[in-house]
């Protein structure tokens, strides 16, 4: 059955922290990983991996994937209260079909 | 605003009872999905269409079905609701039938008492 592993479960910062986010994972037919915020309500889109060793960014967020030990990791520098929220790692298995979600990391920046 | 609406944004219902809950996908976007989010299980896909065609079938109870119409609108009918079922149902879509560019609505919270 596909898995995905998100680590640690939850992350208490102070501002201007650096955090590292752990996401790994199991399935079939990897296609890509993608990464999303949650804040209140609806997931936001992040970033999508598709290729090993490339590293995505957008502004203090910076994302890289290993496909061949099935890991990826979310970093996310200078930390802000802003930065509050739940994280969510998913896989997409099989062309065109769901998401697997991991249990996300919640991530609590302290001012 | 994703541009993916899904109404209501609540619900408070009996257990026993049936809802509706609707998603209009964002536009130009033929692939719609569905998705639970309890606070145990985390974000559990339910169900896909593709242009009105069913895609792809996750955990989804058989007291649920959905459907998406020729307007691209898509319908999850949850039936004879349990306590168990109270949860936030959220909708994504995409332009094809890939993960990328998966929107997702701003969900419907169910509450059943």
């Known amino acids: 059955e596909d898995k995905v592993v998100q680590s640690p479960l939850s992350l208490v910062v102070h501002e201007g922290d650096t955090v590292t986010l752990n996401c790994s994972y199991e399935?079939?037919?990897?296609?890509?990983l993608l990464w999303y915020k949650q804040e209140k309500k609806a997931p936001t889109f992040l970033f999508m991996l598709t290729s090993s060793g490339i590293e995505k960014k957008s502004g203090r967020l910076s994302s890289i994937l290993d496909k061949k030990e099935l890991f990826s990791i979310l970093n996310i520098t200078a930390t802000q209260t802003g930065d509050s929220a739940v994280y969510l790692c998913?896989?997409?298995?099989?062309?065109?079909?769901?998401?697997?979600f991991g249990a996300g990391t919640i991530l609590r920046v302290k001012s | 605003d994703s541009g993916v609406t899904q109404t209501p944004k609540h619900l408070i219902t009996a257990t026993g009872q049936r809802v509706t809950l609707r998603c209009s996908p964002r536009s130009g976007d033929l692939s719609v999905y569905w998705y639970q989010q309890s606070l145990d299980q985390g974000l559990q896909f339910l169900i896909q269409y593709y242009n009105g065609e069913e895609r792809a079938k996750g955990n989804i109870l058989e007291r649920f079905s959905a459907q998406q119409f020729p307007d691209l609108h898509s319908e999850l009918n949850l039936s004879s609701l349990e306590l168990g079922d109270s949860a936030l149902y959220f909708c994504?879509?995409?332009?094809?039938?890939?993960?990328?560019?998966?929107?997702f609505g701003s969900g419907t919270r169910l509450t059943v008492v």
């Open positions: 994504a879509s995409s332009t094809g039938l890939g993960g990328y560019g998966y929107t």
């Open positions: 998913a896989v997409e298995a099989e062309y065109g079909n769901k998401l697997v």
């Open positions: 399935v079939t037919n990897f296609r890509s």
